[in-house]
């Protein structure tokens, strides 16, 4: 059903100027409001009419005139005849003084005066210009040479249907194009501007052939009906059009402006809590970033670069307080080389030679006295358990892929039993309290601790922690930005990075006393708890947002 046109066309100019910061705003707000600008201008809606103007019908009739006189010429070459246009051809209503036309009815098609010219050719003979194709300034090999103000459409590319730039374009100058772009000409520069807008403003796809490589030929380009205004209305759309993507230029550029002042005073503050030397010195840092809470943690990015300083910080000791009655790490470390002796005589488990000493000249970093930096193979069994077939896994078995774990913050998207995923791979078993490490694309951030007993893909690697070291240190220890950085030194493979065992088991992991541990893990759980909720804050308010400049701009639009 047509949408009618809005008795006072003036009174929706004055709506989208009234809410023009509002839509602006909102998730895309800036490319909506392009978007809604050129369609509300295309329908006559944005207070452009004038009862004196010429009608459009005795514009078409000049057009007309015009491509006749052309044709005798020889300078336009005779169109095939197209067929009439109906009312259910029409998309929407339009005000009384246009008319609904053809595209190719009204346009003067300068396809054919293209006379190809080698690229050597044409820098020798004619200097270097724009040279413009399906979608924009490109170079080729040859190209065909114009010099007046022509507007051009894309023919082909992807770039038709999701449109993520302007398909069509005014060229000025002296110019090339390739056979990819449509080269088209009209009554007046104006005229060709307003054939620019509308162009812009619609959706391409049902004038396309092609569904790999989408493609816009001539006579799917000629049968695209077009609202005609008055010659004289077109010169007020374009201005108008003009004003108001100027409008949005600023808004913009002051949007973007904001934040990056938002994402700079985020950076300030949270290295401030990176800095911290003391849980004193910590907690005053933090203070600061709560006075300035709304603009600090009003970018989404800071908000994950908080989650990170939260990381970085308590694998370095500065998180929380030292207690000098907590058994210092190096006796935790000792007991757990006993216990792994006791392992290996029993044949549980093999002495593994793969592992480095740490020189810890090389780290360049202080923590507490009573921590120790260990290796991860020292402290944890990395893949801990054996590889199973899937006729081995029960129905209502967990069983885990690395697409159920959101990636950064590591939540736990789904369960899937086994019924439901019948996977005929084999798996790698884990425990409850293993660490499940995604060694796939390991830039993700992948980490999750099992809370009950499962199965996995050979691309998550179980960790199973000895004696009683907390897996959710563990786990928060093998997410930091350090660790992070050490991964992606070590990855191989170009498609798809993995993290060798080797690398795996010899990552150094500040281990502080066991006691320590299980206060980090609680501070950090309720400092990550806080950023979930600022997160949910933030897109809360992002979806109020959308949903209120959706009923503006439906209010607008009429």
């Given at each position: 059903m047509k949408n009618p046109t809005?008795?006072?066309?003036?009174?929706?100019?004055?709506?989208?100027?009234?809410?023009?910061?509002?839509?602006?705003?909102?998730?895309?707000?800036?490319?909506?409001?392009?978007?809604?600008?050129?369609?509300?201008?295309?329908?006559?809606?944005?207070?452009?009419?004038?009862?004196?103007?010429?009608?459009?019908?005795?514009?078409?009739?000049?057009?007309?005139?015009?491509?006749?006189?052309?044709?005798?010429?020889?300078?336009?070459?005779?169109?095939?005849?197209?067929?009439?246009?109906?009312?259910?051809?029409?998309?929407?209503?339009?005000?009384?003084?246009?008319?609904?036309?053809?595209?190719?009815?009204?346009?003067?098609?300068?396809?054919?005066?293209?006379?190809?010219?080698?690229?050597?050719?044409?820098?020798?003979?004619h200097g270097s210009y724009d040279y413009y194709g399906a979608s924009g300034v490109i170079d080729s090999i040859d190209g065909y040479l114009f010099d007046k103000s022509l507007l051009l459409i894309g023919e082909d590319g992807a770039n038709l249907v999701n449109r993520s730039t302007p398909i069509a374009f005014i060229a000025h100058g002296k110019y090339w194009v390739n056979n990819h772009a449509h080269v088209l000409d009209g009554?007046?520069?104006?005229?060709?501007?307003?054939?620019?807008?509308?162009?812009?403003?619609?959706?391409?796809?049902?004038?396309?052939?092609?569904?790999?490589?989408?493609?816009?030929?001539?006579?799917k380009m000629n049968s695209i009906p077009v609202p005609l205004p008055p010659l004289a209305e077109q010169h007020r759309i374009v201005t108008k059009v003009d004003r108001f993507m100027a409008l949005c230029d600023e808004l913009e550029a002051r949007q973007q402006q904001e934040r990056a002042g938002c994402l700079k005073l985020g950076t300030a503050s949270l290295?401030?809590?990176?800095?911290?030397?003391?849980?004193?010195?910590?907690?005053?840092?933090?203070?600061?970033?709560?006075?300035?809470?709304?603009?600090?943690?009003?970018?989404?990015?800071?908000?994950?670069?908080?989650?990170?300083?939260?990381?970085?910080?308590?694998?370095?000791?500065?998180?929380?307080?030292?207690?000098?009655?907590?058994?210092?790490?190096?006796?935790?470390?000792?007991?757990?080389?006993?216990?792994?002796?006791?392992?290996?005589?029993?044949?549980?488990?093999?002495?593994?030679s793969r592992l480095e000493l740490i020189d810890e000249n090389d780290i360049g970093q202080s923590f507490p006295q009573n921590w120790v930096l260990t290796r991860l193979g020292e402290i944890a069994y990395?893949?801990?358990?054996?590889?199973?077939?899937?006729?081995?896994?029960?129905?209502?078995?967990?069983?885990?892929?690395?697409?159920?774990?959101?990636?950064?913050?590591?939540?736990?998207?789904?369960?899937?039993?086994?019924?439901?995923?019948?996977?005929?791979?084999?798996?790698?078993?884990?425990?409850?309290?293993?660490?499940?490490?995604?060694?796939?694309?390991?830039?993700?951030?992948?980490?999750?601790?099992?809370?009950?007993?499962?199965?996995?893909?050979?691309?998550?690697?179980?960790?199973?922690?000895?004696?009683?070291?907390?897996?959710?240190?563990?786990?928060?220890a093998l997410k930091t930005p350090s660790f992070l950085s050490y991964v992606n030194s070590k990855t191989y493979g170009i498609k798809m990075p993995r993290l060798g065992t080797v690398d795996a088991i010899n990552t150094v992991v500040p281990l502080p006393p066991l006691a320590e541990q299980h206060r980090i893990v609680a501070k950090v759980d309720a400092l990550m708890a806080l950023c979930d909720a600022l997160e949910s804050q933030l897109k809360e308010r992002a979806g109020v947002q959308e949903r209120f400049a959706k009923a503006v701009g439906k209010q607008v639009a009429g």
């Open positions: 809005p008795a006072n066309p003036a009174m929706t100019d004055n709506l989208l100027f009234e809410h023009f910061a509002t839509l602006a705003t909102a998730p895309e707000g800036i490319a909506r409001l392009r978007e809604l600008i050129l369609q509300l201008a295309v329908q006559g809606k944005l207070g452009t009419q004038d009862a004196g103007d010429e009608t459009a019908s005795v514009l078409l009739k000049k057009i007309r005139e015009v491509k006749e006189r052309l044709v005798k010429e020889k300078k336009l070459q005779k169109e095939k005849p197209l067929k009439s246009l109906t009312e259910t051809d029409e998309p929407f209503n339009i005000p009384k003084n246009w008319i609904w036309t053809y595209f190719g009815q009204i346009i003067f098609n300068r396809d054919g005066e293209r006379i190809p010219i080698e690229k050597a050719e044409r820098s020798t003979r009554i007046s520069l104006e005229f060709l501007r307003y054939l620019e807008i509308y162009i812009n403003s619609i959706d391409l796809r049902p004038y396309l052939t092609g569904m790999a490589q989408p493609k816009m030929n001539q006579a290295a401030g809590l990176q800095n911290a030397e003391s849980p004193e010195e910590f907690g005053r840092q933090w203070a600061q970033v709560c006075d300035a809470f709304d603009l600090v943690l009003d970018c989404p990015e800071n908000v994950a670069v908080l989650r990170q300083t939260i990381l970085q910080l308590a694998v370095q000791g500065r998180l929380v307080w030292q207690e000098m009655g907590d058994e210092p790490a190096d006796m935790l470390v000792e007991r757990i080389r006993k216990e792994k002796e006791r392992l290996v005589k029993e044949g549980k488990i093999k002495r593994d990395y893949n801990a358990e054996i590889k199973v077939s899937s006729e081995e896994i029960s129905e209502e078995s967990w069983v885990f892929d690395l697409e159920d774990i959101e990636k950064d913050t590591s939540r736990i998207l789904q369960k899937v039993r086994f019924k439901d995923r019948q996977s005929l791979s084999s798996k790698s078993r884990f425990k409850k309290g293993d660490v499940l490490y995604g060694k796939l694309r390991p830039y993700l951030n992948k980490v999750v601790v099992a809370d009950e007993d499962g199965y996995c893909t050979t691309e998550i690697v179980p960790i199973r922690p000895y004696l009683d070291i907390d897996p959710k240190y563990l786990m928060y």
